[in-house]
């Protein structure tokens, strides 16, 4: 018998062992969770077993960390507390409490959602996986949470956490993204948390814990084995493979932008435009000092120039370089030049807005850093030194 079909062997032994005793580790498992579990927000009474608070925390968690989500799901709530509530709100008064989060295409679908919900179910939320799987914005993941957490349906659940416990569980090689591995992820997350269900392990109670054991214990790198409480079912430590998997997918390559922006003053009061709200284009709908995205033939002051002249409509040259500041993208890394520019003329495209008013604006979490930054330096609001003219 040879080395592979050696270990296809043991992985189908240690399979079948967690598959005859997976009530017992669902039993393990919830019990640990019980008294393990973080106290997190989205976690107390007023908001375990809402339909609507658990969407927003399962949104906001999508591709953030747990710290950085806990003051925004409050702010949040504080605003919104209810689906009515985000429903009745303009979208330009729900993007500046979703702004430094991210991905805010997020927020655009919530407020649809929300809209959804009490249009055409009369304010009740859908109860079944079917039904809040139509809902916009909702994916098999973020349905199979609501669902399992707010009404105990027993809805499977496949997030980054517990596609690497169940890969370290079952020994599962390879992508975890491709085809075969996916249906192999969600077979299991269904048969874990129906089992569950039969033996007095509610799918709100599983599902959280699953994805608490991969935030707390089966981590990414040295998973805590000894702390695990689940570790006697663990295929991948029995064959001491747990800081083999899963195993690592390429990272997008990086791109990197020059963008430069105009900061015009005059009056006490800053000219900002909005980015269109059409579809595939980053911070649809915010505002933002005029900004451009250099070419590669042309350097941040050329393309600044262009910008001026094709999209504001001024005729100007540029002052001196404020402040340079750097953010990321999904996997873009951007360099932002921030110019001073002086004009006689109205440029077109846009508004005047005084820095108190700019607070109550939908605007990307860098362009706020940035503006800021201007308000406490002055020395930026004086008369800018011209460096070229057309």
């Given at each position: 018998m040879?080395?592979?079909?050696?270990?296809?062997?043991?992985?189908t032994?240690?399979?079948?062992?967690?598959q005859?005793?997976?009530?017992?580790?669902?039993?393990?498992?919830?019990?640990w969770?019980?008294?393990?579990?973080?106290?997190l927000?989205?976690?107390?009474?007023?908001?375990?077993?809402?339909?609507y608070?658990?969407?927003v925390?399962?949104?906001?968690l999508?591709q953030t960390?747990?710290?950085?989500?806990?003051?925004?799901?409050?702010?949040?709530?504080?605003?919104?507390?209810?689906?009515?509530?985000?429903?009745?709100?303009?979208?330009?008064?729900?993007?500046?409490?979703?702004?430094?989060?991210?991905?805010?295409?997020?927020?655009?679908n919530?407020?649809?959602?929300?809209?959804?919900?009490?249009?055409e179910?009369?304010?009740?939320?859908?109860?079944?996986?079917?039904?809040?799987?139509?809902?916009?914005g909702?994916?098999?993941?973020?349905?199979?949470?609501?669902?399992?957490?707010?009404?105990?349906?027993?809805?499977?659940?496949?997030?980054?956490?517990?596609?690497?416990?169940?890969?370290?569980?079952?020994?599962?090689?390879?992508?975890?993204k491709?085809?075969?591995?996916?249906?192999?992820?969600w077979?299991?997350?269904?048969?874990?948390?129906?089992?569950?269900?039969?033996?007095?392990?509610?799918?709100?109670?599983?599902?959280?814990?699953?994805?608490?054991?991969?935030?707390?214990?089966?981590?990414?790198?040295?998973?805590?084995?000894?702390?695990?409480?689940?570790?006697?079912?663990?295929?991948a430590?029995?064959?001491?493979?747990?800081?083999?998997?899963?195993?690592?997918?390429?990272?997008?390559?990086?791109?990197?932008l020059?963008?430069?922006?105009?900061?015009?003053?005059?009056?006490?009061?800053?000219?900002?435009?909005?980015?269109?709200?059409?579809?595939?284009?980053?911070?649809?709908?915010?505002?933002?000092?005029?900004?451009?995205?250099?070419?590669?033939?042309?350097?941040?002051?050329?393309?600044?120039?262009?910008?001026?002249?094709?999209?504001?409509?001024?005729?100007?040259?540029?002052?001196?370089?404020?402040?340079?500041?750097?953010?990321?993208?999904?996997?873009?890394?951007?360099?932002?030049?921030?110019?001073a520019?002086?004009?006689?003329?109205?440029?077109?495209?846009?508004?005047?807005?005084?820095?108190?008013?700019?607070?109550?604006?939908?605007?990307?979490?860098?362009?706020?850093?940035?503006?800021?930054?201007?308000?406490?330096?002055?020395?930026?609001?004086?008369?800018?030194?011209?460096?070229?003219l057309?």
């Amino acid at each position: 018998m040879n080395r592979t079909q050696n270990q296809t062997d043991l992985q189908t032994s240690l399979e079948t062992n967690l598959q005859n005793h997976r009530a017992e580790f669902t039993r393990q498992l919830c019990a640990w969770f019980a008294l393990a579990q973080r106290d997190l927000p989205w976690r107390h009474k007023a908001n375990a077993r809402d339909p609507y608070r658990v969407l927003v925390s399962e949104i906001m968690l999508q591709q953030t960390v747990v710290a950085t989500v806990i003051p925004f799901y409050e702010r949040f709530l504080k605003r919104f507390p209810t689906i009515e509530d985000l429903a009745n709100a303009s979208l330009e008064e729900v993007l500046p409490m979703w702004a430094g989060l991210g991905y805010y295409s997020r927020a655009r679908n919530l407020h649809k959602l929300a809209q959804v919900v009490m249009q055409e179910q009369g304010g009740k939320f859908p109860n079944t996986l079917e039904d809040v799987l139509k809902l916009p914005g909702v994916g098999r993941y973020t349905a199979g949470a609501v669902t399992s957490i707010a009404f105990d349906m027993p809805s499977p659940i496949v997030d980054a956490n517990v596609a690497r416990v169940f890969s370290r569980l079952f020994l599962i090689e390879g992508d975890l993204k491709s085809t075969s591995n996916q249906q192999k992820l969600w077979h299991e997350a269904g048969e874990t948390v129906r089992v569950g269900k039969e033996n007095n392990c509610a799918p709100s109670q599983l599902n959280p814990a699953l994805m608490e054991l991969g935030a707390l214990i089966c981590t990414p790198k040295n998973p805590k084995c000894d702390r695990c409480p689940v570790n006697e079912f663990c295929a991948a430590r029995k064959v001491n493979r747990q800081n083999e998997l899963p195993h690592a997918t390429p990272k997008a390559q990086q791109v990197f932008l020059r963008d430069a922006c105009a900061f015009l003053y005059r009056d006490n009061q800053i000219f900002l435009r909005q980015r269109p709200h059409e579809a595939k284009i980053w911070w649809r709908g915010m505002w933002e000092l005029p900004r451009v995205t250099a070419r590669a033939e042309e350097n941040v002051e050329d393309a600044l120039q262009r910008m001026l002249r094709e999209e504001l409509k001024i005729e100007t040259g540029i002052g001196g370089l404020l402040k340079t500041i750097s953010h990321g993208v999904t996997h873009h890394q951007i360099t932002l030049h921030c110019f001073a520019v002086e004009t006689e003329e109205a440029p077109q495209n846009g508004q005047w807005f005084s820095f108190a008013e700019t607070e109550a604006l939908a605007m990307p979490s860098a362009m706020r850093r940035l503006l800021q930054w201007l308000q406490k330096h002055p020395q930026g609001l004086e008369k800018p030194r011209q460096l070229s003219l057309l």
